[in-house]
């Protein structure tokens, strides 16, 4: 089992902890530091910033929104710091939602399947650096020669010589067959809310992709780095209640009402009726009872809380039910070195 600090997006203001946090992460063991976006920070600069500080460490993103980089600016960013970075750089990549995507940056949402497929083989032309990078699209035609298009547009190849053609991508997938389009054609799956009680479920969706012809990975060589709440505690009760406005949020908060993909991977878990009733508490404005509804066996499905044993029998049975890499949120350095001693 290797071990990911997953940084996040930021709150209204700049954590103050970061840098110390990075240096801990490499001191102990960790394999990467993962930083994400929503409607706040970016994901890219907070990356670069703190791995400049780094030796060893991949650099990943969890997860770099689409719309909000064309491909080809997508695959700018990631050589530039794959180079800077002497390859460790991991691009992390996921659709978002439509709140997000059309309310945010003010492009459509429609067929996010057939979009990710796309921006994935642009990036990787880019990379590959054999020819002008070209695509028919619909999603992303390359040269434009849409409405208002001046007719000049020209295939480029980048002026930089990309340090490696096969940058690592991983998928941020939820559903079913974003999972199994992330076992075709990335190289991992980022799972935000993952339990090992769907393993069976999982592995089947990843080889419907893996069976599919032209196929990156096996099984063996695929990565799935999903995000784990871990907290070591004699005090559990605690622990849940602090988990819980979060999952409040994701499950009652995120999207719309009726359209929020986080919802739904609680709803395929079996905790329907707690979607519900979330939902309409949240959509209210009683944050505190939505999140005092969730009962702990809901955070318990994709959260490791207990004492040293307890995680470590946890871990060993996430690493068993495929999981490679753990992506950990410890607060301080004490967290960290503990959270490696138990892991790693």
């Known amino acids: 089992m290797k071990l990911g600090l997953q940084l996040g997006y930021w709150g209204a203001q700049p954590p103050h902890n970061h840098a110390e946090l990075v240096d801990a992460a490499e001191t102990f063991g960790f394999d990467a530091i993962f930083t994400a976006e929503a409607w706040g920070s970016d994901a890219?600069?907070?990356?670069?910033?703190?791995?400049?500080?780094?030796?060893?460490?991949?650099?990943g993103t969890s997860v770099l929104q689409m719309s909000a980089r064309?491909?080809?600016?997508?695959?700018?960013?990631?050589?530039?710091?794959?180079?800077?970075s002497r390859g460790r750089h991991i691009v992390g990549l996921g659709v978002s939602g439509p709140q997000v995507v059309e309310g945010w940056y003010g492009q459509p949402f429609a067929r996010p399947l057939a979009r990710t497929r796309e921006y994935v083989d642009i990036m990787r032309q880019v990379w590959s650096r054999q020819a002008p990078v070209r695509s028919d699209g619909p999603h992303?035609?390359?040269?434009?020669?849409g409405?208002?298009?001046?007719?000049?547009?020209?295939?480029?190849?980048?002026?930089?010589?990309?340090?490696r053609a096969d940058i690592p991508v991983?998928?941020?997938?939820?559903?079913?067959?974003?999972?199994?389009?992330?076992?075709?054609?990335?190289?991992?799956?980022?799972?935000?809310?993952?339990?090992?009680r769907m393993a069976d479920e999982y592995n089947a969706w990843l080889d419907e992709g893996f069976a599919r012809p032209g196929?990156?990975?096996?099984?063996e060589t695929f990565e799935i780095c999903a995000t784990a709440q871990i907290v070591v505690t004699d005090d559990p009760a605690a622990a849940y209640a602090a988990i819980k406005p979060f999952v409040a949020l994701y499950m009652g908060g995120m999207g719309s009402e009726d359209t929020n993909f986080h919802a739904e991977v609680y709803r395929r878990m079996g905790h329907g009726e707690v979607v519900d009733e979330v939902t309409a508490l949240f959509r209210a404005g009683r944050k505190a009872d939505a999140a005092a509804v969730i009962?702990?066996?809901?955070?318990d499905d994709a959260a490791i809380i207990g004492d040293d044993a307890h995680i470590r029998a946890e871990i060993s049975r996430w690493?068993?039910?495929?999981?490679?890499?753990?992506?950990?949120?410890?607060?301080?350095?004490a967290e960290i070195e503990q959270l490696a001693k138990l892991a790693l």
């Open 170 to 196: 991983y998928l941020g997938a939820e559903g079913p067959k974003n999972i199994a389009l992330a076992a075709e054609i990335a190289d991992g799956w980022l799972p935000l809310f993952y339990t090992p």
């Open 70 to 84: 064309t491909p080809t600016a997508c695959a700018m960013a990631a050589l530039t710091l794959d180079h800077l």
């Open 140 to 145: 992303y035609p390359l040269p434009y020669d």
């Open 295 to 299: 009962p702990d066996a809901v955070v």
């Open 44 to 59: 890219y600069t907070p990356l670069a910033w703190w791995g400049s500080r780094t030796e060893r460490l991949r650099l």
């Open 319 to 333: 690493e068993a039910a495929g999981v490679t890499t753990m992506l950990v949120s410890p607060g301080s350095v």
């Open 147 to 163: 409405a208002g298009a001046s007719g000049l547009g020209k295939s480029l190849k980048p002026i930089v010589h990309p340090l």
């Open 215 to 219: 196929a990156r990975h096996t099984r």
